[in-house]
T-cell receptor, first 114, second 112 residues
Framework: AQTVTQSQPEMSVQEAETVTLSCTYDTSESDYYLFWYKQPPSRQMILVIRQEAYKQQNATENRFSVNFQKAAKSFSLKISDSQLGDAAMYFCAYRSWNTDKLIFGTGTRLQVFP | NAGVTQTPKFRVLKTGQSMTLLCAQDMNHEYMYWYRQDPGMGLRLIHYSVGEGTTAKGEVPDGYNVSRLKKQNFLLGLESAAPSQTSVYFC???????????FGPGTRLTVT
């Protein structure tokens, strides 16, 4: 069975600085999808970024980018120019190509200090 | 376009009571999901549906039932609530399993 591990329960960053959140996963499959979701205090889960395993190029969405290392089964999220509004729980998630289910990690709480 | 809505937002139940959580989406999505979120455990899939009239078990289905009689609605039922079901429940929908899931705002359920 696939598993997703986020080893950093909490992280903090100064406003305008860069922070990287770690995620590793365990799978024997070669085709899959990876996601980062943000959950602010409002509880609403919001997709931050998505990566298809068959794509070698790392996904980027404005200030958010990933470092996808398929061989190492690592999928870290880099937030550049951190803003106060980035403070939230961040969840890494995995989906196999042939199932309809997301497997979530336990989350990393990010604090942003002015 | 409201996206995914959940009713109610908060609920307190006594042990043994029953209730139904309603999830509605107006995006014409085929796939719908119910998750529970507990501290330190992330989100865990309870049940899901890949289309109207279909349901399937997720990771933690025991004590819950679901129905998808209409494409836009996905109901989660608790027949006899237990304190272990105290949690925040999220509904999500997706156009198909490959795309992102769109989440509702969650329902905080407390069972005393």
């Amino acid at each position: 069975a696939q598993t997703v591990t986020q080893s950093q329960p909490e992280m903090s960053v100064q406003e305008a600085e860069t922070v990287t959140l770690s995620c590793t996963y365990d799978t024997s499959e070669s085709d899959y999808y990876l996601f980062w979701y943000k959950q602010p205090p409002s509880r609403q889960m919001i997709l931050v970024i998505r990566q298809e395993a068959y794509k070698q190029q790392n996904a980027t969405e404005n200030r958010f980018s990933v470092n996808f290392q398929k061989a190492a089964k690592s999928f870290s999220l880099k937030i550049s120019d951190s803003q106060l509004g980035d403070a939230a729980m961040y969840f890494c998630a995995y989906r196999s190509w042939n199932t309809d289910k997301l497997i979530f990690g336990t989350g990393t709480r990010l604090q942003v200090f002015p | 376009n409201a996206g995914v809505t959940q009713t109610p937002k908060f609920r307190v139940l006594k042990t043994g009571q029953s209730m139904t959580l309603l999830c509605a989406q107006d995006m014409n999505h085929e796939y719908m999901y119910w998750y529970r979120q507990d501290p330190g455990m992330g989100l865990r899939l309870i049940h899901y549906s890949v289309g109207e009239g279909t349901t399937a078990k997720g990771e933690v289905p025991d004590g819950y039932n679901v129905s998808r009689l209409k494409k836009q609605n996905f109901l989660l039922g608790l027949e006899s609530a237990a304190p272990s079901q105290t949690s925040v429940y999220f509904c999500a929908s997706s156009p198909d399993g490959a795309y992102e899931q769109y989440f509702g705002p969650g329902t905080r359920l407390t069972v005393t």
